[in-house]
């Protein structure tokens, strides 16, 4: 399968390093990482096993790449303005396009621009992380889940599931896209925010009692909101966010990618992570007051 | 009167140069400032008009000061182990004591010490700080309300508002202490732990939108929690709070203590400001849930 990975951060490479190990024909689009890819070649230092590709097809224009079966989209959602220019030229009529990007609206983009029937959306649970050009590292987790835009369960899903599979990425199709976003955020939530406003890391803020509450009192905030919202079956916010604090904890002293985007000086996906969940369960009458104080204080740090 | 300031911040070295320039004997305990102002005096940079005083009665040991028909205290609360051996050698018979320090609980440590008669509360709307060693600069505002700890309105109250006014500084004795600790929380809980935590001075958490509206909607829980007090009467926390908001609006870009607590390092004043508070709410079953978010926040960065 011809692939065009667009937003080749650390999910964007990892995940098209093992597709291409894996076989797959996968076209990178590159910025900071082209001169030392192109040079040589990609490592990437993962807890699964290391492994190294000499060559990877990079490119720094869009418009030099292939026209691709599927895109898989890696973006950063403050950088969503440019997906229009990015992916229109590596369209066919049969191109399918997957967004693992973080939070709410990014498949709606996507369809508004490029029609819905092309539009899956998957979330990926992964720590990842850039080191100097030409490595990534995957620290732990990696699994994904993805789902149809617009359909329910399909073939077309299934396969790109079996793809990922095959590629030694856990992956399971899923009949509720809408589901696995929110549960998605019961993880990103509390620990993006909390982490890039206190900078401290995941595991400081497990160890403290009064911020592990609060993780918790967010967590059932999102369930809250996401159970509004006609999903196939509710989340039960105490039973999965005991298991996302589990599952976290097994991180150790993690930094979410929105801690690093403010550590760095780069915009915050507050839109996405905060912003349109907070209008989703205002449409449907929930208020979400920890969350939506958490939105603020987040968007004062960028003034 | 023989007055003896403990706690030479920028709030009591302001508060006893202006008791001294009006003719009252300060005796002031010093750390940081102790050798500068024994040299060259202290300089202080009033918008009121600057002066200078020549001379202080400087100590860096409270054994070595004289017995004080009044003590001010105006350390930080984070220090309030110290009260005891430094207020214990300044003690006869009749010797006052009034704290001015920020929030809740101050006055009952110093009752459970020295004796409830003894103590008297006042609340400083002064927005100061220090210079270089020998110098205060005092912004703008200025004011004292003090009252009784265990009475209403006395006539020792009354003398030491005189005494006040007739060093300049705007004083009033009021009936009702505990109304008017719970009024200044309504300023310190927002400023104080916003500018702290997202190090932001407070014209810039006014001007952006999201955050100003938690400004009221924390004055208001403020409000919330002090009319469960058994007040004198209630305040009014939408007219009171919007009242609050205008007197900053006036300040520019101020920085609150507690933001320059933090940046300098030093411990922040919880116990006082957040903690007290949210448990004498809790103990008249009343929450107060972003000021609780507030608290947990401000606590993480301190580990």
Known sequence: ?????????????YYGAR?????????????????????KGLTVHSCDGDFYLESLQGYRNAHEMPKADLVIVGLKTFANQHLKELITPLLS???????????????????ELFGRERILGGVAFICS?????????????????????????????EQLSAMFNRAQ????????LKKIRWEKLVWNIPFNGLCALTDKTTDLLLAHPPTRELI????????????????????????????????TEGM???????????QQGRPLELEAIYAIPLKQAAQRGIELPRIAMLYSLLSVTEK
């Open 19 to 39: 597709l291409q190990q894996a076989g797959e024909d996968v076209h990178f689009l590159l910025r900071s990482d082209y001169d030392a890819i192109c040079n």
């Open 1 to 13: 399968m011809t692939i065009a990975m667009i937003g080749s951060g650390a999910l964007g490479l």
């Open 216 to 247: 918790s009192e967010l967590m059932d905030e999102v369930a809250n909101g996401a159970n509004a919202q006609d999903l196939t079956s509710p989340i039960d916010g105490k039973a999965f966010g005991a298991h996302m604090i589990e599952i």
């Open 129 to 157: 992380n850039r080191g100097e050009p030409g490595k990534v590292h995957h620290l732990s987790q990696g699994a994904i889940r993805l789902g149809e835009f617009s359909a329910g369960l399909t073939a077309r899903a």
């Open 169 to 176: 990425v856990p992956c399971q199709a899923v009949e509720d």
């Open 93 to 111: 009529e049969q191109t399918a396009i997957l967004t693992l990007q973080n939070g709410l609206g990014n498949e709606e983009q996507l369809a």
């Open 252 to 262: 150790d002293d993690y930094h979410p990618s929105m801690m690093i985007d403010r």
